[in-house]
């Protein structure tokens, strides 16, 4: 499933809570984005059609709920990205961070227990 950045936006306020009306979503995206309630729901109706969201009718309001789950999502942007950039290979990703400077000590300590938990699984 396709998600624009702004999309990614009304979700990650679904994803710490939910449901919620598009004035809690437009409420909770004001310090951060400029957008008014018009703007958020269609953003919300974009992600209803796609099948990311529910709605649920309330009274003369909808209250909206993701049905696409965060894991299932961050998983397939970083498969895609991977794949579309590296070829589908994890080392050249951490190379190219690793050539620019970009893993503090603590990355590195991290990804060395990762790589021996990996080990240890085989």
Not at 52 to 65: K, P, S, V
Not at 71 to 80: C, N, R, T, Y
């Amino acid at each position: 499933m396709q998600i624009s950045e702004a999309e990614s936006a009304v979700m990650d306020v679904l994803w710490s809570r939910s449901p919620r009306t598009a004035e809690d979503v437009a409420e909770a995206l004001r310090a951060s984005r400029d957008w008014q309630e018009p703007t958020v729901k269609t953003l919300l109706n974009r992600l209803l059609k796609k099948g990311a969201i529910a709605a649920e009718r309330d009274g003369r309001r909808y209250l909206y709920a993701p049905l696409l789950a965060r894991d299932a999502w961050v998983a397939q942007q970083s498969e895609g990205f991977v794949e579309r950039i590296f070829g589908g290979r994890v080392a050249p990703l951490v190379a190219h961070f690793s050539e620019r400077g970009r893993l503090t000590p603590e990355d590195l300590a991290e990804l060395r227990r990762l790589v021996e938990g990996l080990d240890d699984e085989r």
